[in-house]
């Protein structure tokens, strides 16, 4: 059984940085791991990605240069690095990964394993 846990969230001031962290367990091998967030009264969004077939990245556009994903095989734990945070960055982060090789990494179908969320909260 897949399971994904995330940690790391908090409250903090505007341009402070977090580390999230997701642990992942009962699997051996996962196509794509990343970083979705969703703030009250919005969809769902991608954040970042590992496309961990050929170890790339990707980031929504609105974070690129100030989050970075990254992971530890060893750990089988994922990260998210976010520096220079802004209050739009409020939400809660979910913690994703699925088996679909190929596909469109910001489409949220195509992950099958969820994490529980963990709250970002960013103040002025």
């Known amino acids: 059984q897949v399971q994904l846990v995330e940690s790391g969230g908090g409250s903090v001031q505007a341009g402070g940085s977090l580390r999230l962290s997701c642990e992942a367990s009962?699997?051996?091998?996962?196509?794509?791991m990343g970083w979705f967030r969703q703030a009250p009264g919005k969809e769902r969004e991608a954040v970042a990605t590992i496309y961990t077939v050929i170890s790339s990245t990707y980031y929504a556009a609105s974070v690129k240069g100030r989050f970075t994903i990254s992971r530890d095989n060893a750990k089988k734990t994922l990260y998210l690095q976010m520096n220079s945070l802004e209050p739009e960055d409020t939400a809660m982060y979910y913690c994703?990964?699925?088996?679909?090789?190929?596909?469109?990494?910001?489409?949220?179908?195509?992950?099958?394993?969820w994490g529980q969320g963990t709250q970002v909260t960013v103040s002025s």
């Open positions: 009962g699997y051996t091998y996962m196509a794509y």
């Open positions: 994703a990964a699925s088996t679909v090789y190929g596909g469109t990494w910001w489409q949220s179908e195509i992950y099958s394993y």
